[in-house]
């Protein structure tokens, strides 16, 4: 089945760094999606992206949908203390058996120090 | 807006207990889906409902069922439980495929 490797699985950086994470997959994704999950919570969606070759910003965080479909990555710009959390990538097929179902990487757990 | 609530927020059951977790989703979404995510684990997907219909399930055995209602609230049941089955159980709603809200998800604890 898919599978998606995301890396790296946990990074400890100070305040006002910059920050990136990456997804790859196996097998081709028509969409691709980047979560963050705070302790306690269900994730949240930060970005999603529909076409290769996207590249899309949501304020300090920025992602592209790699063009070959099997990679994605996620940069978080000058990260503050609030960015503590685990992000998750996850890729959509919308094909076959996976229609409807999201694949999870298994998170970057971020640690900012201030 | 109401997000996607999840009750119990904890549960805790004993080996060959059955468990039931209920979700109802964001006011207007048709569609649920339910993930468990295990310890130091991803989320692994689990069933999708749409408009009361079982759409999609994961690789995950028959123990592992649910339904929806006419509301489009949920339920997830889990009979037989092991110990491997402790999770967060998450929900999520939504109108189509990819704007998911999840629900901050069900603890089960099973011993």
């Known amino acids: 089945g898919q599978q998606l490797n995301q890396s790296p699985q946990s990074m400890f950086i100070q305040e006002g760094e910059d920050v990136s994470m990456n997804c790859t997959s196996s097998s081709i994704f028509n969409t691709w999606l980047w979560y963050k999950q705070d302790p306690g919570e269900g994730p949240v969606l930060l970005i999603a992206?529909?076409?290769?070759?996207e590249l899309t910003s949501n304020g300090r965080l920025t992602a592209q949908f790699g063009i070959t479909r099997k990679d994605s990555f996620l940069n978080i710009s000058a990260s503050i203390p609030s960015d503590v959390g685990i992000y998750f990538c996850a890729g959509h097929w919308a094909g076959g058996t996976s229609y409807g179902k999201l694949t999870f990487g298994q998170g970057t757990i971020l640690t900012v120090h201030p | 807006e109401a997000g996607v609530t999840q009750s119990p927020t904890h549960l805790i059951k004993t080996r060959g207990q059955q468990a039931t977790l209920r979700c109802s989703p964001i006011?207007?979404?048709?569609?649920v889906y339910w993930y468990q995510q295990a310890l130091g684990l991803g989320l692994q997907f689990l069933l999708w409902?749409?408009?009361?219909?079982?759409?999609n399930r994961g690789n995950f055995p028959p123990r592992f069922s649910g339904r929806q209602f006419p509301n489009y609230s949920s339920e997830l049941n889990v009979n037989a439980l092991e110990l491997e089955d402790s999770a967060l159980y998450l929900c999520?709603?939504?109108?189509?495929?990819?704007?998911?809200?999840f629900g901050s998800g069900t603890r089960l604890t099973v011993v």
């Open positions: 999520a709603s939504s109108l189509d495929l990819y704007g998911y809200t």
């Open positions: 992206l529909y076409k290769a070759g």
């Open positions: 006011s207007g979404h048709t569609s």
């Open positions: 409902y749409d408009e009361g219909e079982e759409r």
